[in-house]
Structures are given as structure tokens and as C-alpha cells.
């Protein structure tokens, strides 16, 4: 599963040694046959700031990818588990957003963790995975880490 971070990436123009990296890396993930997820918040992230920056060319990479592999709907069940993430990771004094925050990180927890069927292991791509340690039973890796 793609977090903003490496779908920003991979949505980039080629020629910038980290978009490259990443669009290598995508292409051998493929190659493994894993299934690879655009999660809808991760997308929103990266589309509302193309948006912002009129970047029409990224916005068209970002079909393309949209195109080539599945995304993935909020479905009840993630925004619940992600409720339930939000309310844990400041109980615990760790929050991962404001506390007036939508907190896109739990969105994207509770996402992981209520994807895929009972022995999938679903992993987030990210660019910084230490958010994601309080989210128990979320696993998350630095993009570039994961074979």
C-alpha cells in the first residue's frame, strides 16, 4: 500500500535521481507478483497538492498509476479502526497529527489494517514509517526497503 510519499514520487517527471529510484522500485515490486494499493487518502494527499500547484503533467502520471494498479476505497470498517487508532496513539501521549487534525496517518492505519483477507500481509510504503509504529498491528517500511 502507498502511502503519499511514495506515490508523490512515482508520480513525478522522470530524470530526479529519487523519482527514478522509485519508479525502478515499483516496477521490481511488480515484477514480484505483490499486489500494490493506492489507498484513497494517500491519493487525496498527493492530488490535492498537484492541484494546488496546476501540475497537470503529475496529475497525469498519477492516472497512469491510478490505472496500473488497484486502489483502494475507505470502507466503514478502516475509518472505524482508524477512530480507534486516533484514540489510542493520544492516549498514549503520541499523536501523529493535531488534535484538531483529520490525522491521515490513521486514516491510512485503519486502512491497512482492515485490507486484504485474514493472513494478507498488507504493508505501507512509506517515506518516515515511525508514525506508524503506535498503530498496532500496522506494518510500514521505508519505500525503498520493501522486496
Not at 484513497?40 to 501540475?55: D, K, Q, S, W
Not at 499523536?95 to 491497512?112: E, F, K, Q, Y
Not at 504493508?123 to 506508524?132: E, G, S
Request: charged share 20%; net charge neutral; aromatic share 6%.
Amino acid at each position: 500500500m502507498l502511502d503519499a510519499g511514495p506515490l508523490g514520487l512515482a508520480s513525478s517527471r522522470p530524470g530526479l535521481l529519487l523519482v527514478d529510484r522509485c519508479r525502478a522500485w515499483l516496477l521490481a515490486l511488480e515484477a514480484t507478483g505483490a499486489g500494490i494499493l493506492i489507498p484513497a487518502i494517500g491519493e487525496y494527499e498527493v492530488r490535492r497538492e498537484l492541484i494546488r500547484l496546476r501540475a497537470t503533467a503529475k496529475l497525469r502520471n498519477l492516472e497512469v498509476l491510478k490505472n496500473r494498479f488497484d486502489s483502494l476505497a475507505i470502507s466503514d470498517a478502516a475509518l472505524v479502526r482508524a477512530a480507534e487508532f486516533w484514540a489510542l496513539v493520544r492516549r498514549l501521549g503520541k499523536p501523529t497529527a493535531g488534535p484538531d487534525d483529520l490525522d491521515a496517518d490513521a486514516i491510512l492505519a485503519g486502512m491497512a489494517a482492515t485490507a486484504g483477507q485474514p493472513g494478507d500481509q498488507v504493508t505501507i510504503a512509506r517515506t518516515n514509517a515511525r508514525h506508524f509504529a503506535h498503530f498496532p498491528g500496522v506494518a510500514a517500511q521505508l519505500w525503498d526497503t520493501i522486496t
